[in-house]
């Protein structure tokens, strides 16, 4: 099984940066990779959520179930996708007023050895390019 942790502080308060991490709907107009975002079920419990994704252009989807607890975590199961096993939390702590802590963490194991490879060797270059986004979307 693989693990990927990490942390990140963004400079938006934790109440602006929660939104737009829940904001799934959006998630194809700013963030790389991301053709399509969609939420297929939404109820009290959890949400449904779709991401088509294209990696150098090999095109996947990936269905989570999303148990969000508002300003303070989003926790992702999987549904369907590339993944074997996949697990993923997103931690939001407010550091003051105006800065907000976020801690990733992700389980995953993927079928494919070789597909696996890439997607370990890439990893920390794709997060940092996913939360650019992020930032630049909540300054703009």
């Known amino acids: 099984m693989n693990q990927f942790k990490r ?16 904001d799934v709907r959006q998630y194809h107009t700013f963030i790389p990779y991301c053709i399509d975002s969609e939420i297929v079920e939404n109820n009290d419990e959890y949400i449904l959520a779709c991401l088509t994704l294209d990696f150098f252009g090999k095109r996947t989807s990936l269905t989570t179930k999303n148990k969000i607890e508002t300003n ?3 926790k992702m199961n999987l549904i ?5 096993h996949f697990k993923a ?7 003051d007023d105006e800065t907000t802590d976020l801690n990733f963490e992700m389980e995953y194991e993927i079928s494919n050895k070789l597909l696996e490879f890439v997607f370990n060797k890439n990893l920390k ?4 390019s996913i939360i650019r986004a992020f930032e630049l979307k909540l300054v703009n």
């Open 72 to 74: 303070k975590s989003i």
């Open 7 to 22: 942390s990140f502080v963004i400079r938006k308060p934790l109440d602006s940066v929660f939104d737009l991490f829940s």
């Open 125 to 128: 270059v794709v997060s940092d």
């Open 80 to 84: 369907d996708g590339p993944f074997h």
């Open 89 to 95: 939390q997103w931690t939001f702590d407010a550091i």
